[in-house]
């Protein structure tokens, strides 16, 4: 079963426009977390913001903010402010329990700015 | 602070070759984590090293091994390459329980196989 679901593969938002990239994940785990990371075309996947299986409060990082709805399994990133070098891949991503390390990702979401 | 670093950029092989990617952690990181991603998907796991020992591994075949270093280098080794091994290979570290033991990325290396 696919445990990360990005069901957006692409999206336009206008320059200083908010956006939100939607994420829902699958687990029976207690503990775990989320990650977004952002991919340019260059490849390297920049880490974007965490957010704690256990934290109350949702997860904010200067323009990032993520839309945490536990009950409903989401993980929604929003970008407020965009801007055109946020041109990018987006992808969500999931570690399961402290006996799990790898990261599970999403298809990711592609998001183009227009000025 | 130097991130995470990877070498080669970029590297063509053919069928059945082998092929060695390495790998520089972020300084004070002292795991390392490799990814294959493939065109327009997401990164598939493929293990994890901590402590110079494989500590998690992924759906991938033996033809894929690894080995960590003393300094928490990492080197990812491929044998007999298939066309299907055509791929981004990402490195990432990170630091072991350290809270969020968030993944931090290198550049990649992409691998293409003729």
């Known amino acids: 079963a696919q445990k990360i679901t990005q069901t957006q593969p692409g999206m336009f938002v206008q320059e200083k426009e908010a956006v939100t990239l939607d994420c829902t994940y699958d687990t029976s785990d207690q503990s775990y977390g989320l990650f977004w990371y952002k991919q340019p075309s260059s490849g390297e996947m920049i880490f974007l913001i965490y957010q704690g299986s256990y934290d109350e409060q949702n997860a904010t990082e200067g323009r990032y903010s993520l839309n945490f709805q536990k009950a409903r399994k989401s993980a929604n990133l929003v970008i407020s402010a965009s801007q055109l070098g946020d041109s990018a891949m987006y992808f969500c991503a999931m570690r399961e329990s402290s006996n799990d390390y790898k990261l599970s990702f999403g298809a990711g979401t592609t998001v183009t700015v227009r000025a | 602070d130097a991130g995470v670093t990877q070498s080669p950029t970029h590297l063509i092989k053919t069928r059945g070759q082998q092929v060695t990617l390495r790998c520089s952690p972020k300084?004070?990181?002292?795991?390392v984590s490799w990814y294959q991603q493939a065109l327009g998907q997401g990164p598939q796991f493929i293990f994890q090293?901590?402590?110079?020992?494989?500590?998690q591994r992924g759906n991938f075949p033996d033809r894929f091994s690894g080995h960590q270093f003393p300094n928490y280098s990492s080197e990812l080794n491929v044998n007999a390459l298939l066309l299907g091994d055509s791929a981004l290979y990402l490195c990432?570290?990170?630091?072991?329980?350290?809270?969020?033991?968030?993944?931090?990325f290198g550049p990649g290396t992409r691998l293409t196989v003729l």
């Open positions: 090293y901590y402590e110079e020992e494989e500590r």
């Open positions: 990432a570290s990170s630091l072991d329980r350290s809270g969020t033991d968030t993944q931090y």
């Open positions: 300084s004070g990181h002292d795991t």
